[in-house]
């Protein structure tokens, strides 16, 4: 009982936004997406979604295919960034037709929860969306998301724009819903740092092939940052999977990816240092421009 | 469904309105035109000024729909085929209510302009059918070739200038009885080009959305 894609792909004008992306989503956790700009996040949450077609491969939910697919569909919901410069004619939308368009559509749609949230955040939804700024656009899309009540919501950059205080509510009214619904959530983000400890799964696309599927604890407990003299280090992290590596003199600095059973030799004279999750994803997706540098 | 014939059945109102404030506007030049007040004149041109009203109102919100509505029902979870649908509810209905407020006024100040009016309703509803594809297929053009789309829309606009300029110049040097008629007349006789025109621009418009709906993607 899944949202699953099979070998996905996607071309653009030749080049493959997405390679081969096979992935399972399993219903109520809490999924991050993260990736480089251009890495194919969007594209994939739109192909999840049905709202995009792929080049190649399948999407299904619980065995049956979402495109064109009511039924699938109404399980679903991509609340997509909204850009209030878009040449679609959405600037001219009053947040407030957004929102009963919105209502329309999703069969769950939960109106008091709406009410709530339009207060909390102080919203003006008499405001058309050229008028409104980056914050209050992701507020909108993050009220979507929510009052959906959609078994699989996905929120693509929902604290974009948003001031330090709006995205703590955000991961507040997260952790709340998922609580009580227990529905699943992708959420494709930058601020990887803040949405750590919300994440429970987290998933790495990078140049369209995904590089990481995995809990988010395991996947930053198995990451370890060793410097020391570079000699030193080679020697504690010979064998490893080693990414990153900085040189500054004779020092040396390397992140490394441990599997079940490896571990750093700390015999030798180097720091170990556990890492956090975006110098993690660092290590693993900055790693072609330190080498163009 | 239910959902897209809430959400189209709420747009055709809203495109209603723009359409009957069009034809109030219409309706004051008309009687500020007028050297006196004759309200089977009102009656005979009433209906004809709303379906100069509709046909603007057409072309402007079916483009705005294509570009706009469709992907916005597809990013929330509708299926094409039901989008497609919905959009062909929403004209249809558009131009039901809009025949059916010109047959209403006609049957409410029967005479001679009136009764010819009444027949001429085959004529308009072709017109219209043409207005609402060629509206969308400029909405098509626009998703798909955003130069073309342009291009035609900037035609369009220099065409509606026309239009609004041509029925406002007519309509304030006060339309006569005798002319209503005649134009009703003229309206009245429907040639087959009319019919044949009608059937093709719609089964175009239905292919072109067609084609472009089944793989467009959600661009907002």
């Known amino acids: 009982m899944s949202l699953h894609c099979e070998k996905i792909v996607k071309t653009y004008g030749g080049k ?4 081969s992306v096979t992935l399972d989503l399993q219903p109520g956790k809490i999924y991050g997406l993260i990736g480089r700009n251009g890495a194919g996040k969007t594209t994939l949450l739109s192909i999840l979604s049905a709202q995009n077609p792929a080049s190649g491969g399948a999407v299904t939910l619980d065995g049956e295919p979402v495109w064109e697919n009511r039924r699938s569909l109404s399980r679903i919901c ?9 040449e679609s004619g959405l600037s001219a939308m009053k947040g407030k037709e957004y929102l009963r368009i919105a209502s329309t559509y999703y069969e769950g749609w939960d109106k008091a929860l709406e009410e709530r949230l339009v207060k909390l955040f102080n919203l003006n939804l008499k405001k058309r969306f050229a008028k409104m700024n980056k914050g209050m656009l992701s507020m909108i899309t993050i009220i979507v998301a929510l009052c959906s009540k959609a078994p699989y919501t996905f929120l693509d950059e929902p604290v974009a724009g948003l001031d330090v205080v709006a995205r703590e509510q955000f991961y507040k009214l997260l952790l709340e819903e998922y609580a009580a619904s227990g529905r699943t959530f992708v959420v494709s983000t930058h601020i990887i740092e803040e949405a750590a400890d919300v994440l429970e799964e987290v998933i790495i696309l990078h140049e369209g092939k995904i590089l990481i599927e995995a809990d988010t604890q395991a996947f930053v407990d198995s990451a370890r940052h060793v410097s020391g003299k570079a000699e030193e280090v080679d020697e504690a992290v010979r064998g490893l999977e080693v990414h990153y590596p900085e040189v500054v003199g004779r ?3 390397v992140t490394v990816f441990l599997k079940p059973g490896e571990r750093v030799d700390e015999s030798r004279d180097v720091s170990v240092q556990p890492v956090s999750l975006q110098r993690a994803f660092v290590a693993l997706c900055g790693e072609e421009e330190r080498h163009e540098a | 469904m239910k959902r897209n014939i809430r959400f189209w059945t709420r747009y055709t109102w809203e495109g209603m309105e723009v359409n009957l404030g069009m034809t109030a506007v219409f309706v004051l030049l008309t009687l500020f035109g007028a050297s006196h007040l004759q ?3 009102l009656a005979a041109t009433a209906p004809y000024l709303l379906c100069v009203a509709a046909i603007i109102g057409m072309l402007m919100i079916n483009t705005g729909s294509q570009t706009l509505y469709v992907p916005l029902l597809l990013s929330m979870g509708e299926t094409r085929r ?7 509810y929403y004209r249809t209905l558009i131009i039901s209510v809009t025949l059916a407020l010109c047959a209403l006024i006609w049957l409410a100040v029967p005479g001679e302009a009136s009764a010819i009016g009444l027949s001429s309703i085959p004529t308009i509803l072709c017109v219209l059918i043409i207005a609402a594809s060629l509206g969308s297929i400029i909405g098509t053009l626009f998703v798909k070739w955003k130069w073309l789309g342009t291009v035609v829309i900037i035609l369009l606009c220099g065409g509606f200038g026309g239009m609004v300029g041509m029925t406002s110049v007519n309509i304030t040097k006060g339309m006569d009885l005798a002319a209503a008629v005649e134009l009703a007349g003229v ?3 429907l040639p087959w080009q009319l019919i ?17 709906l089944r793989r467009q993607e959600v661009k907002l």
């Open chain 1, 16 to 19: 493959d936004v997405l390679q």
């Open chain 1, 78 to 86: 991509f609340s997509r960034e909204l850009n209030a410069n878009a």
């Open chain 1, 251 to 253: 020092s040396k600095g």
């Open chain 2, 39 to 41: 309200l089977q004149q």
């Open chain 2, 82 to 88: 039901n989008v497609l649908l919905g959009f062909h």
């Open chain 2, 187 to 189: 309206l009245a006789a």
């Open chain 2, 196 to 212: 044949a025109a009608a059937a093709v621009s719609l089964a175009l418009d239905v292919a072109f959305q067609w084609l472009l």
